[in-house]
T-cell receptor
Framework: TQLLEQSPQFLSIQEGENLTVYCNSS?????LQWYRQEPGEGPVLLVT?????EVKKLKRLTFQFGDARKDSSLHITAAQPGDTGLYLCAGEASNTGKLIFGQGTTLQVKP | EAQVTQNPRYLITVTGKKLTVTCSQNMNHEYMSWYRQDPGLGLRQIYY???????DKGDVPEGYKVSRKEKRNFPLILESPSPNQTSLYFC?????????????FGPGTRLTVL
């Protein structure tokens, strides 16, 4: 069974601080996706990384896929209160469409 | 507007009373899924469908049924709900890109079984 371990599960920081969220697995994924979920809504896709070592940037968010395609990280620079939410990583098994989700990281950014 | 819709958004019911949660997408996607989300467990796939009349079990299918009689609709059926099925449910519709598949999620259905 493929598993994705996401850490930390909870993070409360002050506005302006940097943070990193990690997703780790012993399994190889064909792609790794990051979602953000607001209360009362479904997850919304932020980015997909496909190639080992790939780095993608979305404004203050930097996403990296591990060289072996088993792990990924999300780094937020100078966090803002608007970044508050639940962040989920999800690995796709062999381009099948099936996603394995991590447990999620609840981020709170205090003004 | 491209979207996935679910109904109802909130439901409180009692043990054993059959219920159906509807899901509809207007993007002509072939692949659809149902997930449940529980604290500390992330999203777990219940059932999925790769096309009309083609459905298969996900990771946590016990106590659930689905059907796919037409491409746009993928209802989730709980024949005899139990309290351990209290959860937040999401329907998702998937589009295939050359390198990866992208999922679009509905707004969720919060179910409480008393």
């Amino acid at each position: 069974t493929q598993l994705l371990e996401q850490s930390p599960q909870f993070l409360s920081i002050q506005e302006g601080e940097n943070l990193t969220v990690y997703c780790n697995s012993s399994s190889v994924f064909s792609s790794l996706q990051w979602y953000r979920q607001e209360p009362g809504e479904g997850p919304v896709l932020l980015v997909t990384v496909v190639t080992g070592g790939e780095v993608k940037k979305l404004k203050r968010l930097t996403f990296q896929f591990g060289d072996a395609r088993k792990d990924s990280s999300l780094h937020i620079t100078a966090a803002q209160p608007g970044d508050t939410g639940l962040y989920l990583c999800a690995g796709e098994a062999s381009n099948t469409g099936k996603l394995i989700f991590g447990q999620g990281t609840t981020l709170q950014v205090k003004p | 507007e491209a979207q996935v819709t679910q109904n109802p958004r909130y439901l409180i019911t009692v043990t054993g009373k059959k219920l159906t949660v509807t899901c509809s997408q207007n993007m002509n996607h072939e692949y659809m899924s149902w997930y449940r989300q529980d604290p500390g467990l992330g999203l777990r796939q219940i059932y999925y469908s790769m096309n009309v009349e083609v459905t298969d079990k996900g990771d946590v299918p016990e106590g659930y049924k689905v059907s796919r009689k037409e491409k746009r609709n993928f209802p989730l059926i709980l024949e005899s709900p139990s309290p351990n099925q209290t959860s937040l449910y999401f329907c998702a519709s998937t589009i295939s890109n050359p390198s990866y598949n992208e999922q679009f999620f509905g707004p969720g259905t919060r179910l409480t079984v008393l």
